[in-house]
């Protein structure tokens, strides 16, 4: 591979070359071999938030719009990726009977976010906000309601609305009702 098309492919593919660079971060190709793959963070080196993790997981790209995907071959699908933010890394603490997924029985664990990501421009994963947070059943975490559209910024009468990022799901999926005095207490 010639030095410029070597630079297409990425930041560092010109100074690993490119037998070594397709083996750059191989999360693509592990998932293809049937590995369980498992998200976490190397807080401070990269991002602790799980939903940037998921965006650079599927588009292998970072915070620097004008560097090119690093290793685009080695990306994962969205459904890939939140596994490995919930069941996988249950699976990797060996808690998978507990945690992990929404099942009879385990730990109600779950997040209530601003959007569908799995319908949204993987570009924007990263950009979303978590509503409300429950463990165990019991609600830990809630972000205060966003008032609905006003007449001025609604833009058809389907509830599309042109102030939000998340519009064409707006409807699809309504805020929860605040939980008024809503506190954290031990069984």
Not at 96 to 109: F, H
Request: proline letters at 10%; one cysteine or more; charged letters at 20%.
């Amino acid at each position: 591979m010639g030095q410029a098309r070597a630079r297409d492919r990425g930041p560092i593919a010109p100074y690993l070359g490119a037998d070594r660079y397709r083996y750059l971060y191989p999360a693509g190709s592990l998932h293809a071999a049937g590995a369980v793959i498992a998200g976490g963070s190397d807080w401070d080196v990269s991002s602790y938030d799980p939903f940037r993790a998921m965006e650079t997981a599927v588009t292998r790209a970072g915070d620097d719009s004008s560097r090119p995907p690093l290793n685009f071959e080695e990306r994962l699908p969205l459904t890939t990726a939140i596994d490995a933010y919930t069941i996988n890394a249950a699976i990797a603490l060996s808690q998978e009977g507990t945690i992990g997924s929404l099942e009879v029985g385990k730990r109600a664990d779950l997040v209530i976010l601003d959007r569908d990501i799995l319908t949204v421009d993987p570009t924007t994963i990263g950009d979303t906000v978590v509503l409300s947070t429950w463990l165990d059943g019991r609600l830990v975490h809630e972000r205060p309601p966003t008032p609905p559209p006003s007449a001025e910024s609604v833009a058809d009468p389907s509830g599309m609305r042109d102030d939000c990022p998340c519009s064409r799901h707006y409807g699809r999926f309504p805020l929860p009702e605040p939980v008024l005095g809503a506190s954290v207490t031990s069984p």
